[in-house]
């Protein structure tokens, strides 16, 4: 990459150029109006390089905010993401080069992985899973999370992951809402040298809970579990008995692919929706694209199953380009902060796709992890899941990427399935902390209140004016919120909850999110989820969650706590609080900060003003409008007591 004309603005080198598939700024503008001007031609032309069963009649119809793409399109997810590669030339290819954090290795062709995924879809079938159930899986980042995953796929069956790092609450929550009777697990996972205890936490979610039908576990840390007769069963089990051959059947384009529950401004997660045709057309694109897949990658992407980077761009978009990729199933700093750029050399990653939280802590490790590490063979880097400070993208430009790796900083959400804004690398000049350009077929746009598209950087809310073939159908089980949530704001237009501006290049440049959910690295976290967590302990009377600016995690979580009569604010319940939390909803909620208050500060109509409070713990001190405040010696006595800290 050169460094013109601006030392900020760096242009695709033309190395990279000469290359990509798309080569300059000017041919991503041409092919961009034409995608916005006919964008079901250009979807179509998209999909037809998928595997279809039957094609579709009509591309899309829209009547906001229901979408139907492909109609009357039939398929099965998993001939695009697996047989039409292991039918033919890439049979032999390494589709998934497994890491784990113990440092055991394992390859799977794109045979052996379809193989895999044709036995454990006989095991499901086994178990009475049918096309349309919907099936828990609470894996570790091991190839078996993606195999149960396609497994589900190929039946039809709609897969809803939880992270491994959510607790046995969580996991209770997701299966009432989703209905889901069947769960797919390990007896644990490695994380930091420790074993997660994920059998464990799942006995624990389903203790006295009769309507599961099964438990299949992987067996993969080898600690000791608790069995179930007639509902748990080991995999290997299973397995062992299952034929390998599967003939899959097709689904409508529109059969549900997976639920995948995220936070919002409630304690409830909404339990996002995706369906088949559409969502596999936008993760296909955006990864042949913004990530220009080529078979002679080795592509890594250090997400988790658990969150849609997983779905996405580990599972779905990467397997149906017949690319070969790197799955690590640990942390990053295990044994020490070496281990990413140590895989990186040794598995000879290419292309390399991670969050900015991850890299604010390798920076602040220091740079004598990396140094001494060969990263030449990487081409292309990526980044994920908050804005990008440019601090750190110079440094993961310059120490990773050798100041010759395009970064391509991608926006994008759950509810969007695939990225949406961000550069393409042979095309677009970069500048660190922009996402850059719409995507081909993405009409994003900047609105103020009044439905104004903002001039040039002004702040308002982020949109979307044109339907998409990956966006997300509905939240399971709640069309109104889904109303409410996307599509109320401005009619017909769908809001991301995100605040943004672009600059007179035209760059997104995203500021942050509108709604009460906090970005914790680069984890969504409704302050809702946290409050409602702590108020469910039997010492907290009321609780108000905020976050602060935090240099490695993006924001921290704040939580003012006032407690009920006949409970003391001592250090010990101030950690039980913090631990309560950790158990009720998973480690990365834990309140950072936790303040016992006398009181919260709140409207003349009894409304926590949780605005005065983010002030608070970002600056010290409250000023601005406080005529809203019914009692001003509550903000006071906060502000003495965060001062003496
Ligand atoms: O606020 C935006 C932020 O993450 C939110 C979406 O979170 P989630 O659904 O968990 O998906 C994360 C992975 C796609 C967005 O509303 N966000 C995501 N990517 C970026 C970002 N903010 C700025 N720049 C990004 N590249």
């Not at 900015?356 to 030449?376: C, M, Q, W, Y």
Request: charged share 25%.
């Amino acid at each position: 990459m050169s460094q013109k004309p601006s030392p900020d603005i760096y242009k695709p080198s033309k190395e990279f150029s000469k290359q990509a598939r798309i080569s300059s700024l000017a041919e991503y503008k041409r092919m961009w109006q034409e995608s916005i001007a006919q964008p079901e031609k250009f979807w179509a032309e998209q999909a037809q390089e998928l595997t279809w069963r039957e094609p579709w009649k009509k591309v899309l119809e829209w009547k906001a905010p229901d979408a139907k793409w492909f109609v009357g399109g039939k398929l099965n997810i998993t001939e695009s993401c697996l047989d039409r590669h292991a039918t033919g030339p890439r049979k032999n290819k390494a589709a998934i080069i497994f890491e784990g954090e113990p440092g055991d290795r394992r390859t799977l062709t794109y045979a052996q992985l379809h193989k895999e995924v044709c036995q454990f879809a006989n095991v499901l079938i086994g178990q009475g899973v049918k096309s349309k159930d919907r099936v828990l899986i609470y894996m570790p980042m091991i190839p078996e999370a993606a195999i149960a995953m396609l497994a589900c796929a190929r039946l039809g069956a709609v897969h809803s992951v939880v992270f491994g790092g959510f607790s046995a609450e969580s996991i209770a929550d997701r299966l009432s809402d989703s209905g889901a009777v069947h769960i797919i697990t390990a007896d644990g996972g490695w994380r930091r040298g420790k074993v997660v205890p994920l059998k464990d936490n799942v006995d624990e979610a389903i203790k006295g809970n009769r309507e599961i039908k099964s438990v299949i576990v992987y067996q993969r840390t080898g600690q000791q579990v608790a069995m179930q007769k007639d509902r748990d069963h080991w995999w290997h089990e299973l397995t062992a008995t299952a034929s390998s051959r599967h003939q899959a059947k097709a689904f409508d384009s529109e059969h549900p692919l997976f639920i995948l529950y995220t936070s919002g401004s409630t304690g409830k997660p909404k339990g996002i929706l995706h369906t088949t045709g559409g969502y596999l057309t936008g993760t296909y694109t955006t990864c042949k694209y913004i990530f220009d897949m080529r078979d002679d990658d080795i592509y890594w992407c250090t997400a988790d199953v658990g969150w849609i980077t997983g779905h996405s761009y580990i599972v779905y978009g990467p397997l149906a380009m017949g690319v070969t990729q790197v799955i690590y199933e640990g942390a990053p700093n295990f044994p020490d902060f070496g281990r990413f750029w140590k895989m990186i050399e040794d598995h000879g990653v290419t292309i390399f796709y991670t969050a900015p939280t991850a890299i604010r802590a390798f920076i602040k490790a220091g740079d004598a992890f990396v140094e001494n590490h060969d990263l030449s063979s990487l081409r292309l880097l990526g980044s994920v899941g908050e804005p990008i400070n440019p601090e750190a993208w110079r440094w993961y430009h310059q120490k990773i990427g050798g100041g010759r790796c395009p970064i391509v900083d991608t926006w994008w959400q759950t509810e969007t399935g695939a990225i949406m804004i961000s550069p393409l690398p042979g095309a677009t000049p970069l500048e660190p902390g922009t996402a850059t350009l719409p995507f081909f077929g993405v009409d994003a746009a900047i609105l103020d209140d009044s439905g104004k598209e903002c001039k040039a950087n002004e702040q308002g809310r982020l949109v979307i004016r044109k339907p998409w073939p990956s966006m997300t159908r509905t939240i399971y089980g709640d069309k109104a919120r889904f109303k409410k949530t996307y599509w109320s704001d401005y009619e017909g237009l769908y809001t991301a909850g995100d605040s943004a501006r672009r600059d007179k290049r035209g760059n997104f440049w995203i500021v942050g999110r509108l709604d009460d959910v906090l970005n914790v690295s680069g984890h969504r976290l409704g302050t809702a989820e946290v409050e409602s967590a702590l108020v469910g302990h039997k010492a907290v009377a009321e609780a108000a969650v905020v976050g602060r600016p935090d240099d490695l995690k993006g924001q921290a979580v704040v939580a003012f706590v006032t407690l009920k009569a006949g409970f003391d604010e001592t250090p010990t319940l101030q950690k039980e609080l913090r631990d309560h939390v950790g158990k009720v909803i998973g480690a990365i909620a834990k309140p950072d900060d936790l303040h016992f208050a006398p009181a919260l500060p709140k409207t003349r109509s009894g409304k926590i003003i949780r605005r005065l409070l983010k002030e608070l713990v970002t600056t010290g001190s409250v000023s601005g409008n406080l005529t809203t405040l019914e009692d001003f010696s509550v903000i006071e006595s906060l502000q003495q007591r965060l001062a003496k800290r």
